[in-house]
């Protein structure tokens, strides 16, 4: 059998096909929830990610998974059980997770600040990712690709961009620790290089939202 399932979440599967070198990501069903809403959830929640990883790809130019499958929700057996999954290109490359802190510091340099043009871009065209950890990043022939769009949405607020740039700092921080603040600002030259304008406005409000956060712990 070509599919391969690699990785499993609360909300879905990710399944691997060696002989098309694509990735299947399969929204779980809910054993609790009504089969009416369960499948109501899964069919929108898919369509919500394939469109953003379409319009990070076409619209923002971004350097994202290519989306494959046009039709979500399609029956796919007789018995009237439907299909909720994504298939999109695999991204071979490295996980910034695991091999960041393994590079030299000129490399470093070039990834982070690769990482930070590539969310101004994504938040050019208001998109917001959700979930940016080194985790959610590979390099692949030397291009840094922003994956795992399923926390992601559609908003102007540049209190949401300012939380994609704190989800991304705190992600260095733990997992990145040695050297992290060098890490962070070269992801900030990176998103101020793509847009001086919006990057002002998202780094005055990431203060803000540092702030609040310390008085909350």
Not at 206 to 211: A, G, I, N, T
Request: glycine share 4%.
């Amino acid at each position: 059998m070509s599919n391969k399932l690699i990785a499993q979440g609360a909300e879905a599967k990710l399944y691997l096909n060696s002989e098309t070198n694509t990735i299947s990501k399969e929204r779980i069903s809910k054993g609790y929830r009504h089969p009416n809403l369960d499948e109501s959830i899964r069919k929108s929640r898919t369509k919500k990610e394939k469109k953003l990883l379409e319009k990070a790809k076409d619209l923002a130019k971004t350097n994202a998974p290519e989306v494959l499958n046009k039709d979500v929700g399609k029956k796919i057996d007789n018995r009237n059980k439907k299909d909720f999954k994504i298939e999109m290109e695999f991204i071979e490359g490295d996980k910034l997770s695991d091999t960041l802190n393994k590079y030299n510091k000129e490399k470093q340099s070039k990834v982070m600040q690769q990482l930070g043009k590539e969310t101004s871009k994504l938040h050019e065209n208001h998109i917001i990712h959700g979930d940016l950890t080194t985790s959610n990043t590979i390099l692949k022939d030397n291009k840094v690709y922003i994956i795992d769009f399923g926390l992601g949405f559609i908003s102007t607020r540049t209190e949401d961009k300012a939380v994609d740039l704190h989800l991304i700092k705190q992600a260095l921080e733990a997992k990145h620790f040695q050297n992290w603040k060098f890490l962070f600002e070269e992801f900030q030259k990176g998103y101020v290089s793509n847009n001086k304008e919006q990057a002002k406005e998202v780094l005055e409000q990431l203060k803000k939202v540092e702030s609040r956060g310390r008085y909350k712990h």
